[in-house]
């Protein structure tokens, strides 16, 4: 009984972590049509920024700084965003097939950056003592007070897109997203627009990171696998539906529910396949995005007008 | 209103404006006409800020905009339709004009987070002007669908709407009557007229459609191989022998073979 809630809040914190990414990606691509392949890069900055300030000091890496991990949350924010601005600055004013090459290459950058340098998070080893908030508490109270903070943050994350999808700052995204040269014309400043739909979005990819390496306690290179990252997000968000906030949380519930899911049943498997079951999972995956775009070309929430505000 | 002075603009080895001199009288309607590839939508683009030329200067209103972005040509004052109608596709009709005045208070994400009672006073009033422009236009039945699934007149219309939300000093019409049905053509040119002659906006419009030409425009500017070939009336145009050489073609009734060419 008590594994089961166990489970059941791993689970729940999981799809709340990602419905953080979903979001942030949404924004992204849903708001104002950018292919950001780079998302493993923003949480990587998000996490690793955690880790380093939250962590208690360690001859391993950079700091730790021992800061209470809440105060990380907005400095990790902040850390992604300002990696963020410049790549915007350079790569929105190129055509959008562009930014995603340049946006994989820069994750990877990122990536192997904190991988191989050894002196700021501990290389391939990564950094095993981040604390989590209300850990204290013990389980499983302080696993439910840690869903508790993922579920207040994805909430606030939630209302504030959607105001913002009804928003003329969403119309004029959604102008740019739809045609780049008319929304010019009508004197929207594309750049700009795109700049901070670019910035914000990796903003919250930050946080989202942040939260990850909290709940796991630990952040490494395996952390920030691009088919963890980058890879799930994107598959979360088609199915769910991109330019529809709650298709974004919803493709986050259903894409977590069954890549968990094929874990039971990959831990099954002989020997000799186990060590290919990540691959077979990603495989799974792809299936499962085809089946799902025979039938809803669009995910499963489609797109929709925002209501009018009267 | 616009002039440009000695425009060049070459891709690749073709010079699609070369050496061209022109200018749109304030308070006119100019009339822009050529065979296909005479360099009238390059030009229209380089006025309107999306191409860079790369010789020669743009003026607007006196002032020298030559290499201005878009959108803040937009702000001086100049509209433009496209030879290919540009829409919002994934937005509604309502939605494509709402979008158009520039520096909406709700483009700013505070104040889209907040909603201060000023930002949704001013949305209001922004809805309110454009059902009016939809209901001129009589597209109002349409309103709420969305633009990509419009015909491509109505896409058109949608276009001119969004010229309309707005007080610009100047609009540029690309082809505004291809596609469009007669009658359909007939009420926009009346509303051309109205907004000349009431609002005082100045057109400069490229149109294969020779009555339409006739009807609304004075003077008429024509293009051939980058350059101007000659200005004046429309009688003037229909009667100089190196405009029929180039354009309008042999027979008297030239403009009904060149009605659906693309510039």
Same mark, same amino acid.
């Given at each position: 009984m008590f594994g089961l809630l166990m489970y059941g809040l791993t689970l729940l914190t999981m799809i709340g972590i990602y419905g953080v990414l979903t979001l942030a990606l949404n924004l992204q691509w849903g708001f104002a049509g950018l292919f950001n392949a780079g998302i493993a890069g923003f949480f990587a900055v998000g996490a690793y920024t955690t880790a380093i300030l939250t962590a208690p000091e360690s001859a391993n890496h950079l700091g730790g700084f021992g800061w209470p991990p809440l105060a990380a949350l907005p400095v990790a924010m902040?850390?992604?965003?300002?990696?963020?601005?410049?790549?915007?600055r350079?790569?929105?004013?190129?055509?959008?097939?562009?930014?995603?090459m340049a946006s994989i290459g820069i994750a990877e950058i990122i990536r192997l950056v904190f991988k191989n340098e050894t002196w700021l998070a501990n290389g391939t080893m990564g950094i095993s003592t981040v604390p989590r908030p209300f850990e204290s508490l013990g389980q499983p109270w302080g696993n439910a007070?840690?869903?508790?903070?993922?579920?207040?943050?994805?909430?606030?994350l939630y209302l504030a897109a959607e105001r913002a999808w009804a928003s003329p700052w969403g119309r004029a995204m959604r102008a740019i997203r739809d045609n780049?040269?008319?929304?010019?014309?009508?004197?929207?400043?594309?750049?700009?627009?795109?700049?901070?739909?670019?910035?914000?979005?990796?903003?919250?990819?930050?946080?989202?990171g942040a939260l990850s390496a909290m709940y796991f306690k630990f952040i490494g290179a395996s952390a920030t696998e691009p088919l963890l990252t980058t890879f799930l997000v994107w598959?979360?968000?088609?199915?769910?539906?991109?330019?529809?906030?709650?298709?974004?949380l919803l493709g986050a519930l259903v894409v977590w529910l069954i890549w968990s899911g094929t874990e039971l049943f990959t831990n099954r498997l002989p020997a000799e396949w186990i060590t290919r079951s990540s691959y077979l999972r990603a495989l799974l995956i792809g299936v499962l995005l085809i089946v799902v775009l025979q039938r809803f070309a669009r995910g499963i929430l489609p797109e929709r007008p925002p209501r009018r505000i009267d | 209103m616009i002039k440009v002075e000695n425009l060049v603009k070459r891709f690749g080895g073709i010079r699609a404006v070369d050496g061209c001199s022109l200018a749109v009288a304030k308070g006119s309607v100019t009339g822009l006409i050529g065979p296909n590839g005479a360099g009238k939508s390059t030009l229209f683009n380089i006025i309107a800020g999306l191409l860079a030329p790369d010789q020669g200067t743009v003026w607007l209103d006196g002032e020298d905009v030559t290499g201005w972005p878009a959108h803040r040509l937009f702000r001086k004052g100049l509209a433009r339709t496209f030879q290919i109608a540009h829409e919002f596709g994934r937005m509604t009709v309502l939605e494509n004009l709402m979008a158009v005045p520039a520096r909406q208070s709700g483009e700013r994400l505070v104040n889209a987070w907040l909603?201060?009672?000023a930002v949704r006073r001013e949305e209001k009033g922004i809805r309110l002007r454009a059902e009016e422009v939809l209901a001129q236009l009589r597209?109002?039945?349409?309103?709420?669908?969305?633009?990509?699934?419009?015909?491509?007149?109505?896409?058109?219309?949608?276009?001119?709407?969004?010229?309309?939300?707005?007080?610009?000093?100047?609009?540029?019409?690309?082809?505004?009557?291809?596609?469009?049905?007669?009658?359909?053509?007939?009420?926009?040119?009346?509303?051309?007229?109205?907004?000349?002659?009431?609002?005082?906006?100045?057109?400069? $419009?490229?149109?294969?459609?020779?009555?339409l030409i006739a009807r609304l425009c004075h003077p008429v500017i024509v293009m051939a191989e980058g350059r101007v070939l000659m200005?004046?009336?429309?009688?003037?145009?229909?009667?100089?022998?190196? $405009?029929?050489?180039?354009?309008?073609?042999?027979?008297?009734?030239?403009?009904?073979?060149?009605?659906?060419?693309?510039?």
């Open positions: 902040l850390l992604s965003g300002l990696i963020a601005w410049p790549i915007g350079i790569c929105l004013g190129l055509k959008g097939d562009y930014l995603a007070a840690f869903l508790l903070l993922v579920v207040l943050i994805l909430v606030v780049e040269l008319a929304a010019a014309a009508i004197g929207k400043d594309v750049v700009r627009f795109r700049l901070e739909a670019f910035v914000i979005g990796s903003m919250v990819m930050g946080l989202g598959v979360m968000l088609i199915i769910g539906g991109s330019g529809n906030n709650r298709g974004a | 909603r201060w009672p597209i109002d039945h349409v309103k709420h669908e969305l633009a990509g699934n419009l015909s491509g007149g109505q896409k058109k219309l949608v276009e001119l709407a969004r010229t309309m939300m707005w007080q610009p000093k100047v609009v540029l019409l690309d082809e505004i009557g291809a596609g469009v049905n007669r009658t359909l053509l007939a009420e926009i040119a009346g509303e051309i007229e109205r907004l000349n002659r009431d609002h005082g906006y100045t057109f400069f $419009v490229i149109e294969h459609d020779m009555d200005q004046g009336s429309m009688a003037d145009v229909r009667g100089d022998q190196a $405009v029929i050489e180039a354009y309008l073609g042999g027979g008297k009734s030239g403009h009904d073979g060149v009605r659906r060419g693309a510039a």
